[in-house]
């Protein structure tokens, strides 16, 4: 009769114990930019009739391409809604629990954002790292590599989840000097990659 109790428990109970002690990856603490795992960002794409692949971040590489070929320039295009894949929202608004970051500029940011919409690359990012993609007057944008293998995702859709930090972290008057509107935080994809955006120095 204990024999059958017994049974009957492990039955009913080890599948949820088994399910409990599973290791879940959304539990895994995200990768933030520090002096050992930042690299630099590789750009794919083309510019005019010219393929490029260059490092930097985008103001970089576009004062290389402006360099290389002069007679080219970068066109406004428009950019189509983006579907929102794999995004998890809301997105962190700085100040984010454990990281020193402080917000940026917005008016900075939204010049990043306009490179990496109208210059169409892909990102490549190498694996556990993180790349600054934009840098302009101490205002970043990151893109942070969490899983064990390359990433080359487009820069557009990378650009969507800066402009959604900037849509809904963004603290200031937008009547009153709006210039010192400033944004951050940190947008993560369930594809285990993110965005951040923060002060820093460049």
Known sequence: MHRLSLTIF????????????????????????????????????????HDFNLTGTVQEVMAQLKEMHPGVELENREVMGLVARNKIMPPLCVPVAGQGWTAAFMSHIDAGIFYLNNLHTRLGVSAKSCARISCSYDSAIYLCNDNGGYIEPASTYIASYAQDLVNLCTTGSFTKFPAYRKTGGQEFDSDRYNVIVKQDSC
């Open 10 to 49: 492990l039955a009913l109970f080890l599948p949820f114990t088994l399910v409990l002690s599973a290791p879940s990856e959304v539990s895994l603490p995200a990768l933030g930019p520090t002096s050992e795992n930042t690299v630099p960002a590789t750009f794919i794409g083309s510019y005019g009739d």
